[in-house]
């Protein structure tokens, strides 16, 4: 029995079928997820029996951190191989996860799935295919392994960001399980407030999500203005077009503190003009609550041109002044290959791997 990615209700579950003590559960649940002990020898409020048993029939499994890039801003990213011993994975993969402290917190960027089926065409990710979806103890791992090696220098606001390789929304059981540990304050305990799943746009996903009732907060990777620009740049949007898209996004159920993001990557020339700010305004007029991150595009292995900073602003100032709030958002740990869209072609193991992706 794999114990990290368990609910407490599972681990309540599985001491009863050891003939333990339901409780239990929910104290290997603390230790694995408050706690941070990924040895069942050193959760020490278990009787020492139960421990010698859990040794024998249970695991707790990490990835291994096969690399490791610190940038001179602090971030560092890290290269991990998985290893799951669920029984149903038989493939190996690895993938990215990026830790970026700054002034009063620090914000962990995550993977949901290996590799992406989506085929979003300024995403390197995308040329990976998806290999596969990720198990919620995989996610979670990305969180806890980070949380424990800074834990000395640890700021006390942590956010997470569901921006790594993959479609979180295309992962959906994995990833909810994952967050609800990470929302739980008995668990991970961040605040929902604190944790954005940002999706490529998968409308039915979106409806799902917004059925849960511990959900994290939701951005939409929108980078273009019209059906014609998004189909040629994301081909989800022939899928799930424009206008399906907003109606999802209009009866989204907000809580009172929250908005919708949306995720506009600024590509030179293509999606950077006046006239696509003032149609990104019309598009979000009937929603209630929003804004939009504008996200200077990473120049790369990828034939898209920079927007330059004076378009950026004034796509800013359109929207701004039309009552949208805008934010240019820049990417952090450049030098490592941290940033959103770049991605590092490495081979490990003969997998090619990839860094944080553009949504
Ligand atoms: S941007 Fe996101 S959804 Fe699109 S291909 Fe890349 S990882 Fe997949």
């Excluded at 602090?74 to 190996?92: C, D, F, H, M, N």
Aim: aromatic share 6%; with cysteine; proline share 7%.
């Amino acid at each position: 029995m794999e114990l990290l990615g368990k609910s407490k209700e599972e681990l309540r579950e599985f001491c009863a079928e050891l003939g333990e003590p339901a409780f239990r559960g929910a104290q290997i649940y603390h230790a694995l997820y408050s706690e941070r002990k990924f040895d069942v020898a050193q959760i020490t409020n278990l009787p020492a029996a139960l421990r010698a048993r859990l040794a024998s029939e249970a695991r707790i499994t990490l990835p291994e951190v096969k690399q490791r890039f610190e940038s001179t801003d602090g971030s560092v990213r890290y290269l991990y191989a998985l290893k799951s011993s669920e029984e149903q994975i038989t493939r190996p993969a690895s993938v990215e996860a990026v830790f970026m402290p700054s002034e009063g917190r620090q914000t962990i960027c995550i993977s949901t799935q290996a590799g992406c089926a989506v085929d979003c065409h300024f995403c390197l990710t995308a040329q990976l295919g998806l290999i596969r979806n990720l198990t919620a103890g995989e996610i979670l791992a990305q969180v806890l392994l980070p949380l424990e090696e800074h834990k000395a220098q640890l700021a006390p606001q942590t956010n997470i960001v569901l921006m790594g390789q993959g479609e979180p929304l295309l992962n959906f059981e994995a990833v909810m399980a994952a967050v609800r540990i990470i929302l739980d304050p008995g668990g991970i305990g961040i605040s929902p407030k604190h944790v954005t799943l940002s999706t490529s746009g998968i409308v039915p996903g979106v409806e799902r999500l917004a059925l849960e009732t511990v959900r994290p907060k939701l951005a939409i990777s929108l980078n273009a203005s019209n059906d014609e620009q998004r189909d040629a740049l994301m081909p989800i949007n022939k899928k799930y077009p424009l206008p399906v898209l907003m109606e999802a996004c209009r009866n989204y159920p907000l809580r009172t503190w929250e908005h919708l993001t949306f995720e506009y990557v600024m590509l030179g020339r293509l999606n950077d003009a006046a006239e696509d700010a003032r149609r990104v305004v019309r598009l979000l007029a009937p929603l209630k609550s929003v804004k939009v991150n504008l996200i200077p595009w990473n120049p790369g292995e990828l034939p898209y041109r920079q927007s330059p900073p004076e378009r950026i602003e004034e796509f800013r100032r359109i929207l701004v002044d039309r009552g949208v709030p805008a934010f240019v958002r820049y990417s952090r740990g450049r030098d490592v290959m941290a940033a959103c869209g770049q991605l590092a072609l490495l081979q490990i193991d003969g997998s090619p791997l990839s860094v944080a992706s553009p949504h």
